[in-house]
């Protein structure tokens, strides 16, 4: 069963062809340069270069598949419909429904979480590597627009335990490194700052909810908190310390991820933690959540390749591969964007 999928929701045009969680061919064309120096992702700036470039992406996707006649090689055609940017799942959607309509298959409407949660599952074009599903798992959603703990009861049956009640981790991190200057996306430069100084907490900022008994998470309070501690520093201070103040910051935001995800295995007894999104390639928090389920006698799976962190088609064909065995198809005349859409 091949399958063609698309994913636009935020600020990387991408396309997939999978058969089963096989990858045959995967491109992404990331807009990170365009919206760099803004700060963030600038709506109709992202609008635009989907849409310039959306046609090129499934084009070479297509190509590099070696499938040259979609209507007999392709079996389905899989899209994000939610959550995500408006105006940029809007271009996947109107593009899906267009290769529907012109070669006449069916549609299959993913949400973009379910991705998240099926991207430790992904594998190369060969079948590596070659992971047997063991429900259930707790799956541990980290990005720059979610922070969400799931139950994945079974394929494509999930219970939303815990989320986050303002800003996501990834955002946080974002944010943090936007009031020191040093550029977007935040995460990456933050990782490498804060593991040259040993990945230490400096200054102890806050952990938001830590002793609430549930499983929400915050980092509002954190932002805050950090925002306030700055503007106290003078400049050359900022940047002497800069280095200190990003560790801390990043590791107030790994002990509320770990403490909660700590919490879940406790409450629900399950100790298989799958983990997707982008946060997911931070190294240090990866080693911060295998010490986790080593405590607790379980097993983590990360993301088998880099580029299935960041937002991707590969993902989201695969959960549309399980979605298809079960026929659940979408309505091409009523399927719309659902920036808002929930598991």
Known sequence: MKILAIDTSCDETAAAIVDGRKVLSNVIYSQILIHKKWGGVVPSLAKRAH??????????????????????????????AGPGLAVALEVGIKKAKELAEKYNKKLIAVNHLEGHIYSPFVQNSKGNPKREFKFPYLALIVSGGHTELVILKNHLQYEVIGQAIDDASGEALDKAAKMLGLGYPGGPVIERLANSVG???????????????????????????????????KPEEKVSRVKELVSSFQEAVFDTIVKKTDRAI??????????????AANLYLRKKLRKLVKK????????????????????????????????????????????????
Do not use: W
């Not at 992406?57 to 297509?62: D, F, G, K």
């Not at 499983?215 to 932002?223: A, D, E, H, T, V």
């Not at 406790?266 to 946060?279: A, E, F, K, S, Y």
């Open 51 to 80: 849409e310039e470039r959306i046609d090129l992406v499934v084009n070479e996707c297509l190509k590099k598949s070696k499938i040259q006649d979609l209507r007999s090689r392709i079996d389905y055609i899989a899209v994000t």
């Open 199 to 233: 990945n230490k907490d400096f200054y102890g900022f806050p952990r938001p909810m830590i002793k609430s008994k549930d499983l929400k998470f915050s980092f509002s309070g954190l932002k805050t908190s950090f925002y306030y501690y700055i503007n106290k520093l």
């Open 266 to 279: 406790t409450q629900t007894g399950i100790n298989r933690l799958v983990v997707g999104g982008g946060v």
């Open 296 to 343: 607790h006698k379980g097993e983590v799976i990360f993301p088998p390749f880099q580029y299935l962190t960041g937002d991707n088609a590969a993902m989201i064909g695969v959960a549309a591969f399980y979605k298809a065995q079960k026929k659940i198809f979408a309505d091409a005349q009523t399927l719309d964007r659902q920036p808002r859409m929930i598991l």
